[in-house]
């Protein structure tokens, strides 16, 4: 407890310069700062909109190594930790970048469409990747608090897609999801997150995202939402604090375990 508390608040210290305080100051600081910065007089929470990769499964070690592998296969260079900086993006938009780093040019349609197939491919050869520990438990929790729960991810992983009712039952409805097959741009533009808040019926102040992702952080910062990034990848925290997240866990157990006294500390007091 002791070392978490001192790992928030080194974060913290980043964007605050704050010392040590309890938790619930850390909060009320986040939310305060959210509410300036956006100019809403609070939040009225009725929804929480969960990225997939790297938050509800422990699937980006495996997106990474099918990523790198099969770019190498086609002559195009993309290291293990850069795809976790492109996590997020649709496969368009990753490989469009490589080829124009590399070859000076966007990849055709018929090139995008063989390497993102091959990709698909390659992530399907590995084992199914985990549920994320404390994924489940967070959910149950946020459902039983009577919130919406709403999934926006910009994967077209069929698999993965698919196994979401297996691996938290009632938790998900399909009316409720944002998926690659929905969206045009995909993040970082904060259209999956409007498109995710419209589904829901919901205004920006009546939500909170969980990311993990710095390209997500920052379409749910600009889609003007109270953004938790969860850092569950390689990446320092510092990414995904500069990319606009509000609030920071250094893993999906400790946003569980800590979930009440955010909930509370968003929904008990009046700014
Ligand atoms: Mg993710």
């Known amino acids: 407890m002791r070392r978490l ?17 309890p938790f619930s100051y850390m909060y009320t600081e986040a939310i305060k700062h959210y509410l300036s910065n956006h100019g809403f007089e609070r939040i009225n929470l009725k929804a929480v909109l969960f990225d997939m990769d790297g938050v509800l499964y422990n699937s980006m070690p495996i997106h990474a190594e099918s990523w790198h592998q099969v770019m190498k296969r086609f002559g195009l260079h993309l290291s293990r930790e850069e795809a976790y900086m492109h996590e997020g993006r649709t496969g368009a938009g990753t490989i469009n970048i490589i080829s124009q780093r590399q070859r000076g040019r966007d990849a055709t349609a018929e090139e995008i469409e063989k390497i993102y197939a091959a990709k698909a491919n390659e992530f399907n050869d590995h084992p199914q990747p985990p549920v994320m520990p404390g994924a489940l438990e967070v959910l149950n929790q946020i459902k039983e608090d009577g919130l919406k729960i709403i999934l926006v991810t910009g994967s077209g992983q069929k698999t993965l ?7 938290f039952p009632g938790i998900f409805h399909e009316e409720l999801m944002v998926t690659a097959f929905d969206v045009k741009k995909g993040k ?7 498109m995710g808040l419209k589904k829901g019926n919901l205004q920006p102040n009546e939500a909170i ?5 710095p ?5 749910a910062a600009d889609a003007q939402i109270f953004t938790v990034a969860v850092n569950t990848g390689p990446l320092p925290d510092k990414v995904l604090l500069d990319a606009g997240a509000d609030i920071l866990f250094p893993s999906m157990p400790a946003f569980n375990e800590h979930w009440k006294e955010l ?3 968003v929904n008990d007091k009046v700014f």
Do not use: C, M, T
């Open 188 to 194: 970082p533009n904060p259209e999956p997150y409007l």
């Open 209 to 213: 995202v969980v990311e993990n992702a």
């Open 263 to 265: 909930y509370h500390a």
């Open 161 to 167: 897609l698919q196994r979401l009712e297996h691996s």
């Open 215 to 219: 390209l997500g952080v920052q379409a």
């Open 5 to 21: 508390q001192k790992q928030f608040n080194q974060d913290y210290n980043s964007i605050r310069a704050d010392s040590f305080r």
